[in-house]
């Protein structure tokens, strides 16, 4: 059985170089950075060569989180198994962007069957269609592994 963690690392580095999926998998990932109580009251913004931008929607964060800055580098790189980060931008976020984090896109009405990545509930803070594709892609062909897997095991 090949383990989606291996799946995602092998999507992660060939697709490093590119802004929109970076941006996409750090908001998919941000809770496990910073943690429950300041995800809440931050959102990743974008990635533009090796720039992250995050919104902060609390004046105590706002002033706490810049002096964290070295060590959530550290620890984005970690998770993504390279340096791809190499500086964040904290932007005080305004009231009608933190209404846009909970938002969530529904892969159902685009007729896309139940048994998609649409159950992870992760992939549903993917806001890019062609990103959330290829998540999709990649965890049904970790299914398919690990059922021709499965069946080997059984003869």
């Not at 059985?1 to 802004?19: E, H």
């Not at 002033?63 to 993504?80: G, H, R």
């Not at 009405?109 to 990649?138: C, H, M, S, T, V």
Request: proline residues 1%; aromatic residues 8%.
């Amino acid at each position: 059985m090949i383990p989606i963690g291996k799946i995602i690392k092998d999507i992660i580095s060939k697709n490093a170089s590119n802004d929109k999926f970076l941006t996409s998998y750090l908001q998919i990932i941000w809770k496990n950075i910073v943690g429950n109580s300041i995800e809440e009251v931050s959102k990743i913004n974008n990635v533009k060569k090796g720039v992250l931008t995050v919104l902060i929607f609390d004046e105590k964060i706002m002033k706490i989180l810049p002096k964290l800055e070295k060590e959530i580098i550290e620890k984005i790189n970690y998770l993504l198994g390279g340096n791809y980060i190499k500086h964040i931008i904290f932007k005080k976020g305004k009231k009608k962007d933190i209404s846009l984090k909970k938002s969530k896109h529904s892969y159902k009405k685009r007729g896309k069957e139940k048994d998609d990545i649409e159950k992870i509930e992760e992939a549903e803070l993917i806001e890019d269609g062609e990103l959330r594709d290829l998540f999709n892609k990649a965890y049904n062909k970790f299914r398919e592994i690990n059922a021709s897997l499965e069946d080997e095991k059984k003869h």
